[in-house]
């Protein structure tokens, strides 16, 4: 909206250019959702989720595994792999990995170098997110960076 509101005052050229500062699309495809699947979860999430589900987004390169994440919200691991996916519609895997994914997407599009991404979103060595974004995304990481980064 605020992107049609800046078209409409100014013209469409100067939406666009703040669209890809911002690496926003001016209009999202349609096959696109329209939230991050990380604020759907935070706000289909129940009490404990909602809290661990920003840190799992503070502290991507930590081991998120069933454990630590059990753990961290103080359930046995079979209880809280029940409860987490009815909360979030997702394994605890899946939704760790598209978190991963997607921060590894807005480091790519500032230029950051695919090494120092996989290290910093927890899917290193970098051939482990090569292989988790183009099962995907169907696009190489290196390939997005280049598309993206310096908009």
């Known amino acids: 909206m605020a992107l049609a509101m800046v078209a409409g005052d100014l013209d469409a050229a100067v939406a666009g250019e703040v669209a890809k500062r911002l690496v926003l699309y001016a209009r999202r495809p349609g096959h696109q959702s329209q939230f991050s699947p990380l604020l759907q979860a935070q706000a289909k999430a129940d009490s404990p989720f909602a809290d661990l589900i920003g840190w799992i987004h503070a ?8 454990p630590a994440l059990a753990a961290r919200a ?3 691991e079979r209880t809280f792999h029940r409860k987490f996916i009815a909360a979030t519609g997702e394994t605890p895997a899946r939704f760790v990995e598209t978190a991963r994914l ?3 997407r807005l480091l790519l599009a500032r230029g950051v170098s695919l ?3 996989a ?5 290193f060595p970098a051939t482990r997110l090569t292989q988790a974004f183009e099962q995907r995304f169907g696009i190489s990481p290196r390939l997005f960076r280049d598309m993206h980064a310096g908009f």
């Not at 502290?59 to 069933?66: E, G, Q, R, S, W």
């Open 59 to 66: 502290h991507l390169a930590a081991p998120l595994d069933v």
């Open 74 to 76: 103080g359930l046995s």
């Open 102 to 104: 997607d921060a590894a």
């Open 115 to 117: 090494k120092s991404v």
């Open 119 to 123: 290290v910093q979103v927890g899917l």
